[in-house]
């Protein structure tokens, strides 16, 4: 009888035992966040590990039961907040962590708010990053400030491979006074790891999420991860895990009047058949069908980098703006090979309306164009403009000093100054470069008489005055 009843308290003891080990795993799988503004609960903040959406509640509280790939718990920033000082819209997970708080500050709403795009530094060695520490920084500085923009986007590609930059890019942006957001790009991935989440893991450490969203004013954005390496290259494909993350983010903004989705590698492009490329899965997205019919029925944009251009379109269901790179053609000059100079892409928002201008280092920024004229026969002039920042429903149009009206033509070809610059690359650091064959090129024949031609910009009724050309006679 007495061994029975020791057997009985010995398993009595192994059931609380494993109970209480069963009650600590299962704690242990539920992530508990708190939001909070001037130490109050705030009530219906979005939060994520990246695979399940919570609500906060109205002690400011949210559930979510971790999966077992979650490294970080994330804020969809509210509109009408921002992080308090020193906070991130992120959190690493750790095992011992009861709880994650995230702290905003209330903001002003506005109607009408500007933001930077910056496309791909790629920023390969000293050379490279001594020129964007002395020419790109304080002018992404200087002209953020300036046109007081809310927040910049990088597009992807911070480093040209060489991951061991992203440590000294970090410590360079710390003086810029507004929020940066990033996500990765194909040269921000370990190459010599054989998964595509392992290749990501040194960009994670220092970048956070590779996708999550944000709000500001009416507008929710969301930043893709569209690069997807399969141990030997890189391709345009985003995860069904992410594709499920997405359509529960969008659900829970469904209320939204407009969305921004910010990616690396453009949606879809020509550029492939342009630039006569076999790989062409690197230069759009396998499965984008899935986002498109998640986003069915909203007014959505898409902003993306990767091809180091200017390349705008308009399709059916929304606009897709690709960012020219900061860098220009990997930091061998001061334009990119489409002819765009080295810069910005400035977004601003009025009306519930987003409106583009890229904008150059060292450049008015009221300057939206390179022109080039040649002689055509005895008593003509050929102008040929690069309009690198208009849509293809825009109309270019000049106004001559006689009141005549003159129509340009657009047409597919390449930028005089990239042919001459890289033509033949053979003295630069990148032997492959060369110039694009890009589509945002006009032309028209004038009167060598002519002495002055006012450039307009036609769309939709409205006209917009760019440049004045002064001709020598």
């Known amino acids: 009888m007495k061994i029975i009843l020791v057997c009985l308290m010995i398993m009595t003891i192994q059931d609380d035992a494993f109970?209480?080990?069963?009650?600590?795993?299962?704690?242990q799988s539920k992530i508990l966040v708190k939001a909070i503004c001037d130490q109050k609960p705030l009530q219906n903040c979005v939060i994520s590990d990246g695979f399940t959406c919570a609500i906060t509640d109205k002690k400011g509280m949210a559930e979510i039961s971790k999966n077992e790939k979650s490294s970080f718990v994330f804020i969809s920033i509210p509109s009408g907040y921002k992080l308090a000082k020193n906070e991130k819209f992120y959190k690493e997970i750790?095992?011992?962590?009861?709880?994650?708080?995230?702290?905003?500050e209330k903001i002003e709403i506005k109607d009408s708010f500007k933001f930077l795009a910056i496309g791909d530094p790629q920023i390969l060695d000293g050379e490279d990053f001594k020129r964007f520490q002395s020419e790109s920084l304080p002018f992404?500085?200087?002209?953020?400030?300036?046109?007081?923009?809310?927040?910049?986007?990088?597009?992807?590609?911070?480093?040209?491979?060489?991951?061991?930059?992203f440590e000294k890019y970090?410590?360079?942006i710390k003086n810029i006074s507004f929020p940066i957001f990033h996500l990765p790009g194909n040269h921000d991935l370990d190459s010599k790891q054989k998964e595509n989440t392992e290749a990501k893991k040194l960009y994670l450490k220092h970048f956070g999420p590779a996708y999550y969203s944000f709000n500001f004013a009416s507008f929710h954005f969301v930043v893709l991860d569209n690069v997807?390496?399969?141990?030997?290259?890189?391709?345009?494909?985003?995860?069904?895990?992410?594709?499920e993350w997405f359509r529960q983010d969008i659900s829970a903004f469904s209320e939204m009047k407009n969305f921004i989705i910010i990616m690396h590698i453009p949606p879809e492009s020509d550029f492939a058949e342009r630039l006569n490329i076999a790989a062409k899965e690197k230069f759009y997205v396998k499965n984008i069908d899935s986002i498109y019919k998640i986003l069915e029925n909203k007014n959505f944009y898409i902003i993306a980098g990767?091809?180091?251009?200017?390349?705008?379109?308009?399709?059916?269901?929304?606009?897709?703006y690709c960012v020219a790179s900061i860098g220009g053609?990997?930091?061998?000059?001061?334009?990119?090979?489409?002819?765009?100079?080295?810069?910005?892409?400035?977004?601003?928002?009025?009306?519930?309306?987003?409106?583009?201008?890229?904008?150059?280092?060292?450049?008015?920024?009221?300057?939206?164009l390179f022109y080039y004229l040649q002689k055509n026969g005895k008593d003509s002039i050929e102008a040929l403009l690069n309009c690198w920042d208009i849509m293809e429903?825009?109309?270019?149009?000049?106004?001559?000093?006689?009141?005549?009206?003159?129509?340009?033509?657009?047409?597919?070809?390449?930028?005089?100054?990239?042919?001459?610059?890289?033509?033949?690359?053979?003295?630069?650091?990148?032997?492959?470069?060369?110039?694009?064959?890009?589509?945002?090129?006009?032309?028209?024949?004038?009167?060598?008489?002519?002495?002055?031609l006012k450039i307009f910009y036609e769309c939709n009724k409205s006209r917009v005055f760019v440049k004045e050309i002064n001709f020598e006679n």
């Open 19 to 27: 109970n209480s080990f069963l009650n600590k795993e299962k704690k």
């Open 94 to 104: 750790l095992s011992d962590e009861k709880e994650y708080i995230f702290e905003l």
């Open 140 to 165: 992404i500085k200087e002209y953020g400030e300036k046109i007081e923009a809310e927040f910049a986007v990088v597009l992807g590609d911070v480093s040209y491979d060489d991951l061991r930059i």
């Open 170 to 172: 970090l410590n360079a």
């Open 228 to 243: 997807y390496w399969d141990g030997k290259d890189y391709c345009g494909y985003i995860t069904e895990e992410q594709i």
């Open 306 to 320: 990767h091809l180091h251009e200017n390349y705008l379109k308009k399709n059916k269901n929304y606009e897709l």
């Open 329 to 368: 053609a990997w930091w061998t000059s001061d334009i990119c090979c489409d002819g765009s100079p080295n810069g910005v892409g400035v977004f601003e928002v009025n009306d519930n309306k987003l409106n583009y201008r890229f904008v150059g280092n060292g450049l008015d920024e009221n300057e939206r």
């Open 393 to 452: 429903d825009v109309n270019v149009i000049g106004i001559d000093d006689n009141g005549n009206k003159i129509f340009f033509e657009r047409f597919a070809g390449k930028d005089k100054k990239a042919e001459i610059l890289y033509s033949d690359a053979s003295n630069y650091k990148h032997k492959w470069i060369k110039p694009y064959l890009t589509h945002h090129l006009y032309k028209t024949k004038i009167s060598n008489k002519t002495k002055s």
